[in-house]
């Protein structure tokens, strides 16, 4: 079964208004998660690396300040989309490591955010 | 030059086909590599896992690992329907970060 939750799946919101979306890791402790950003019929685009307890570390290019990322317990890590505009609507997907196999990722279901 | 190449397709084959899916990449410091699923609106799911050189397999799903040439493969036997999705090649040197291939679309048709 999933091993990372992800909500909500689909959130449609109007233009200047922000958007949070949740990552959970189910039966394990996560200290690190991912957020990555897919558009249509592209590959995944990583956009920070979530780090419970302290500040995420975004890609080059990532406006921090847009997307705000909180990362408050070893399960939980958030992305909030502030004041989003119909070019942040994407596909949103978060990811985490479980155990000590580091280099395997787990993903959740994805989040399809459209700003109108 | 990316650090991992793939062919983003379309690939066809009709059902019961063998596909051949295919990456390669530029660092020899690589060490794990994976094959994941993605579905159309879905997250990516992990498929195959495989360290250092050598082939895995599961089921109908071959992983197969040169690092001599530096070429990773998946090989899908008797391809279903179901099997229709993109296929995402990612390679990784053991730490955090894993980098994936740009995925490629797969139709299998009935």
């Known amino acids: 079964g999933a091993v990372v939750s992800q909500h909500p799946s689909w959130v449609i919101c109007k233009s200047g208004t922000s958007v949070k979306i949740e990552c959970r890791s189910l039966d394990f402790q996560a200290t690190t998660m991912f957020w990555y950003r897919q558009f249509p019929k592209q590959s995944l685009m990583l956009m920070a690396t979530?780090?419970?307890?302290?500040?995420?570390?975004?890609e080059q290019g990532v406006e921090k300040d847009k997307f705000l990322i909180n990362h408050a317990s070893l399960t939980l890590s958030t992305l909030t989309v502030t004041s989003a505009h119909p070019e942040d609507s994407s596909f949103y997907i978060c990811s985490a490591h479980r155990g000590l196999a580091k280099n395997i990722q787990y993903f959740g279901a994805g989040t399809r955010l459209s700003v109108l | 030059q990316k650090e991992v190449e793939q062919d983003p397709g379309p690939l066809s084959v009709p059902e019961g086909a063998i596909v051949s899916l295919n990456c390669t990449y530029s660092n020899s410091a690589f060490q794990y590599f994976m094959w994941y699923r993605q579905y159309s609106r879905k997250g990516p799911e992990l498929l195959m896992y495989t360290y250092s050189s050598g082939n895995k397999e599961d089921g109908r799903f071959t992983a197969q690992v040169d690092k001599s040439s530096k070429y990773i493969s998946l090989f899908i036997r008797d391809s279903q329907p179901s099997d229709s999705a993109t296929y995402l090649c990612?390679?990784?040197?053991?730490?955090?970060?894993?980098?994936f291939g740009a995925g490629t679309r797969l139709f299998v048709k009935a």
């Open positions: 990612a390679v990784n040197t053991g730490g955090f970060k894993t980098i």
């Open positions: 979530s780090n419970e307890g302290s500040k995420a570390t975004y």
